[in-house]
C-alpha cells in the first residue's frame, strides 16, 4: 500500500490540530464508545455488535473493512498459582505478546494476500453466523 503526499500531509495537519490531537488522545485512553467515534464527526456512522462462541482463542484476527487482515498466534506459557493453599500449574495465552502479520488484498484476486483476507472473513463469518451468540448483560 502506498501512501501519497496529500494523504501523508492531510494525516500530519490532522494530528497538528489540538482539537483532533485531543479527540485521538480521549479514544486512545478508551474513554470514547463506538457511538460517540460517529458523534465526534470522525466517521460518518459507527455502530458495534458483540458476540461470543465457546472456545478459547489460540489467535487474535483483526479484518479491516473485508479488505486488511492481522493476524497473530498467541504464545502459551506456564505459570504456577496458588489455589486452595497448593501450587497450581496452569497455562496462560499471552495475546498482548502476539505478533501480527499483515496481509491486504491485491489488485491480482489470485494474490496471496487477496487470498488470504478472503478465507480469513470467510473463517470470521461462518463463527458468527453459527456458533457465536450475542452477549447479553447478566
Known amino acids: 500500500m502506498t501512501i501519497t ?3 501523508l500531509d492531510a494525516a500530519f495537519a490532522a494530528l497538528a490540530d489540538p482539537t483532533r490531537r485531543a479527540i485521538v488522545n480521549r479514544l486512545a485512553s478508551g474513554d470514547a464508545t463506538v457511538n460517540e467515534l460517529a458523534a465526534l464527526s470522525l466517521i460518518p ?7 461470543i462462541y465457546p472456545a478459547v482463542p489460540l489467535f487474535k484476527l483483526y479484518i479491516i473493512n473485508s479488505s486488511e487482515t492481522f493476524f497473530g498466534y498467541y504464545p502459551i506459557r ?5 489455589l486452595g493453599g497448593e501450587p497450581t500449574p496452569m497455562w496462560d495465552l499471552m495475546g498482548k505478546d502476539a505478533e501480527l502479520f499483515h496481509d491486504a488484498v491485491d489488485t491480482d ?5 487477496s487470498h488470504y483476507v478472503k478465507q480469513s472473513q470467510m473463517w470470521f463469518d461462518s463463527v458468527w453466523t453459527s456458533v457465536a451468540r450475542q452477549l447479553t448483560s447478566s
Do not use: L
Not at 456512522?45 to 458476540?51: E, L, M, N
Not at 484476486?109 to 494476500?113: F, N
Open 109 to 113: 484476486t489470485d494474490a496471496r494476500g
Open 78 to 82: 506456564e505459570h504456577v498459582v496458588e
Open 5 to 7: 503526499e496529500d494523504q
Open 45 to 51: 456512522k459507527a455502530s458495534a455488535q458483540v458476540r
